[in-house]
């Protein structure tokens, strides 16, 4: 297996035009990712896969240890340095890759008075959290704008992905929970992709599961990290986002499509998840099709 396949382009020309120069301590690329079954690139550094777009149902296999879920907006994957993992996607996805330096988890593990053994990472699927969301997003506005921040920032992004990660692998265990079945799950997300223009009740998702509002809301948030009115908010800006990319529609014609009341309550949202406004996605869209 090559080191990295052709689905997974070379990340280093946009911070390292000189290819004699080191590798950064953070990179980011969004990349395909093909449906079936394949393993994942080796690589010397550590790899975070967040999930960009709708859900898709995935196998994940390291060692013995095999784990079946839906992948969700925002979700993460550990591939740690060194290491491979067996994936099986039911269809074609995409990822934003972050790809942090070793060193740089060393060094925050030293700060922090961890021991380097107890900071080594380990493989993980589905994990959620909203500090490395907001780190991914904000490297992913940097490579879409050319690294405007330059080295430093990045830099500083890296040292801060590094003591998260060590922060969540050190933290004491939870106790594990009871979570939503993944064919439930399956069932819900899919009710919700269908119904994203509709005013969908706790209720009515609850039923769709099968369980009573009460359960459903503690086994949803166990399942996927997040609230469920969260979740549904995510998928409503998301597909906002890929409409205004399209093109065709207003803003308002695009807010009313996928659940908002108007244009501003779209614009409210997705600068609080994204940090542009939906004016600015349009403008973009019609710029690439100039």
Known sequence: MSDRPACYPDPSAALSPDAAAPLPRLDVLTSPVPYGRFDSPLDHRHVLCLHLGAPVPVSYRVGRYERDGVRLHGQFCVVPAGS?????????????????????LGESAEAMGVSAGRAD???????????????????????RDDHPGGRLFADSLATALAARLVALQTRPAARPGRALPAW???????YVEAHLDADLSLAELAAVAGFSPSHFKALFKQATGVPVHRFVLERRVERARARLLDGGASVTEVALETGFAHA?????????????NPSQIAAAARRRRR
């Not at 990472?121 to 490579?143: C, F, N, S, V």
């Not at 501003?264 to 542009?276: D, E, T, Y």
């Open 121 to 143: 990472l380990a493989p993980a699927i589905h994990i959620r959290d909203a500090q490395i969301e907001r780190i991914g997003w904000m490297m992913q506005a940097e490579d």
């Open 184 to 190: 439930r799950l399956r069932h819900v997300t899919q």
């Open 264 to 276: 501003s309550h779209l614009a409210r949202c997705m600068r609080r998840l994204f940090g542009v």
């Open 84 to 104: 491979s993992t067996r994936w099986t996607l039911s269809r074609p996805a995409t990822s934003l890759l972050l790809r942090l330096a070793p060193a740089s």
